[in-house]
């Protein structure tokens, strides 16, 4: 991995995200399974190939009783798998019902979600831009919500979900394929037996075109995953924060297109100011990486 080029680390994250934001129309063809057997197929194979990669590196397992199976690990990575099932689930029920636009937002606006977090939780301090910038959104978001309650509801469990997601993990040992293994062997004793017990009233083994796509489902959760764990401390923090806007703008394009979604007066001016505020934030975010801190008053 050290060998790896900035060109090449940019070309990973590219590659992750365009992955992430094409996501919903591999979901799609997963039908007629039902959200719940998709979410178990993903965590199931997730877990069956990150197994295998990490069998592949032979980096050893000594990281397991250091980094999980201690007394302030442990719970941190329950919750944090309990998290991000919920936040697949969602994601996956939003899409197979016709909610691909209001996904969309939800990742839209979780880099704020997750900022605001920082605040109430960590006790992190916002610049005067970032504060205008969030306060944008808000009222793009209280826009939004004056036509739509229901779609926002799926919008704001994704941010919420994901964000709370992102506060366990924040002080985790652990590299992205780790916590992923880990996670996903957390739920697969939840998932394996509900699979099991669907037997032929599943999806799995009737059709070959189907029951390959629910395999690649692994494979589509883990390597993006992967892509991102090996681009991003290679990358500077204003081409991660850009890039992570691809994402939610493929999801939205694709939920007025492919979908065929339809999108309101009232949502397209909310999304306009979620948009706007989303820019000043991450605009004013860059330039204070960028600037060198000053030295604090001996």
Do not use: D
Not at 76 to 93: F, P
Not at 149 to 172: C, D, E, N, T
Request: proline letters at 5%; hydrophobic letters at 55%; zero cysteines.
């Amino acid at each position: 991995m050290s060998e790896i080029s900035s060109k090449q680390a940019l070309a990973a994250a590219s590659a992750a995200y365009i992955t992430w934001g094409f996501l919903p129309p591999f979901l799609a063809a997963l039908q007629p399974a039902s959200p719940l057997e998709i979410l178990a197929h993903r965590i199931v194979w997730s877990f069956v190939l990150v197994l295998l990669a990490l069998l592949l590196l032979r980096g050893g397992w000594g990281w397991l009783r250091s980094s999980v199976f201690t007394r302030r690990a442990l719970p941190s990575l329950l919750a944090a798998s309990a998290l991000i099932g919920t936040n697949w689930l969602i994601y996956i029920w939003a899409v197979n019902n016709q909610h691909v636009v209001e996904a969309s937002l939800g990742y839209f606006i979780n880099p704020l979600v997750i900022v605001l977090l920082g605040v109430l939780l960590f006790g992190e301090r916002l610049s005067r831009g970032a504060q205008i910038g969030g306060a944008i959104v808000l009222v793009g978001v209280l826009i939004i919500s004056a036509g739509s309650w229901q779609g926002l509801g799926i919008s704001l469990a994704l941010a919420v979900s994901f964000g709370l997601y992102g506060v366990v993990k924040k002080r985790s040992q652990l590299t992205a394929l780790q916590g992923l293994l880990v996670e996903s062997a957390f739920l697969t004793p939840l998932a394996l037996p509900y699979l099991l017990w669907l037997g032929p009233a599943g999806q799995f083994g009737h059709n070959t075109g189907l029951t390959v796509l629910l395999v690649m489902a692994g494979a589509v959760t883990a390597l993006p995953l992967w892509f991102f764990a090996v681009a991003a401390p290679r990358l500077q923090f204003g081409v991660l924060g850009v890039l992570q806007y691809v994402s939610p703008t493929i999801q939205f394009l694709l939920g007025i297109t492919f979908f065929g979604e339809h999108v309101s007066l009232s949502y397209w001016i909310g999304l306009v100011g979620v948009w706007i505020g989303s820019a000043i934030y991450l605009v004013m975010t860059i330039r204070s990486h960028q600037q060198p801190e000053a030295l604090e008053p001996t």
